[in-house]
């Protein structure tokens, strides 16, 4: 699987991610069917495929349950131009989903994720929106608590996950990647993607294959072929579908 450069934060990433929600969680989900949680050792088959196929960009976030703690375990050996991403803002605990933007809350975060990805430094660390992107970023110390934590050598790169395109256009005052809803049915985001890319700042897709609804080949030829794009992150339990999405990601315009 071929890679793109990630902006210009020097990091390189495979142009098929793999999300891990599905590893550690799932409650309060928002798939149309159950699922249960793999076990460890599927985990660990899972993630060989993962590797296997070339992928080599991971995102996770404590809230996604487990997630962290078990890709830990299962990436302890650490790959050269593996990259990991993971968040700040919200956790998940007995069902319900928690959000604190605070300096001292994301300075914790940070700390814990480390701890459970078993790394000293974290490639990217990305504000977790709860929809609220304008003021998350204005008022709660957040975005300054992560510059700082990238200039003490703490993270690589940050960046802001976010649900509305303002919160994406004020986002681009000061991350080095953006993480953006975009797909066939909804380009909404596209003028952000475009002046990104003229920025230099990253760009990776989430739900480009609209939770499952569009035809995999299709919609990821789509989204890889935007300028600007240069990774989109795909979830699944499943091998063969990882491999099917893997083959489209391959056949896409480099």
Same mark, same amino acid.
């Given at each position: 699987?071929?890679?793109?450069?990630?902006g210009?934060?020097?990091?390189?990433?495979?142009?098929?991610?793999?999300?891990?929600?599905? %590893?550690? &969680?799932?409650?309060? %989900?928002?798939?149309d069917?159950?699922?249960?949680?793999? @076990?460890d !050792?599927?985990? +660990?088959?899972?993630?060989?495929?993962?590797? +296997?196929?070339?992928?080599?960009?991971?995102?996770?976030?404590?809230?996604?349950?487990?997630?962290?703690?078990?890709?830990?375990?299962?990436? !302890?050996?650490?790959?050269?131009?593996?990259?990991?991403?993971?968040?700040v803002?919200?956790t998940?605990?007995?069902?319900?989903?928690?959000?604190?933007?605070?300096?001292?809350?994301?300075?914790?975060?940070?700390? &814990?994720?480390?701890?459970?990805?078993?790394?000293?430094? #974290?490639?990217?660390?990305?504000?977790?929106?709860?929809?609220?992107?304008l003021?998350?970023? @204005?008022?709660?110390?957040?975005?300054?608590?992560?510059?700082?934590? $990238?200039?003490?050598?703490?993270?690589?790169?940050v960046?802001?996950?976010?649900?509305?395109?303002?919160? =994406?256009?004020?986002?681009?005052?000061?991350?080095?990647?953006?993480?953006?809803?975009?797909? %066939?049915?909804?380009?909404?985001?596209?003028?952000?993607?475009?002046?990104?890319?003229?920025?230099?700042?990253?760009?990776?897709?989430? $739900?480009?294959?609209?939770?499952?609804?569009?035809?995999?080949?299709?919609?990821?030829?789509?989204? #890889? =072929?935007q300028? +600007?794009?240069?990774?989109?992150?795909? +979830?699944?339990? @499943?091998?063969?579908?990882?491999?099917?999405?893997? #083959?489209?990601?391959m &056949?896409?315009?480099?």
């Amino acid at each position: 699987m071929h890679t793109r450069p990630l902006g210009r934060t020097g990091l390189e990433v495979s142009v098929l991610g793999f999300g891990a929600f599905k %590893i550690g &969680r799932n409650q309060g %989900i928002k798939y149309d069917q159950a699922y249960r949680l793999p @076990d460890d !050792a599927e985990v +660990g088959e899972l993630m060989a495929t993962v590797r +296997g196929l070339g992928i080599s960009y991971i995102d996770t976030a404590p809230a996604y349950g487990t997630s962290e703690e078990r890709l830990g375990r299962v990436l !302890a050996k650490h790959q050269a131009g593996e990259v990991i991403s993971t968040k700040v803002g919200e956790t998940f605990q007995d069902g319900v989903s928690h959000y604190d933007y605070s300096p001292e809350s994301t300075r914790g975060s940070v700390e &814990r994720s480390a701890l459970r990805l078993g790394r000293d430094v #974290l490639d990217i660390v990305l504000v977790h929106s709860d929809g609220n992107d304008l003021s998350i970023q @204005d008022s709660t110390g957040v975005v300054e608590t992560l510059l700082a934590l $990238k200039a003490e050598g703490r993270v690589r790169a940050v960046g802001f996950s976010g649900k509305t395109t303002e919160g =994406a256009f004020r986002a681009l005052e000061w991350a080095d990647l953006l993480m953006v809803e975009f797909h %066939i049915e909804d380009r909404s985001h596209e003028e952000v993607i475009r002046e990104a890319h003229q920025q230099g700042i990253g760009v990776v897709v989430k $739900k480009g294959l609209a939770s499952g609804q569009l035809p995999a080949a299709e919609a990821i030829g789509f989204v #890889l =072929a935007q300028p +600007g794009v240069s990774s989109l992150i795909v +979830g699944s339990l @499943d091998a063969g579908h990882l491999t099917e999405n893997a #083959l489209a990601a391959m &056949r896409a315009k480099s």
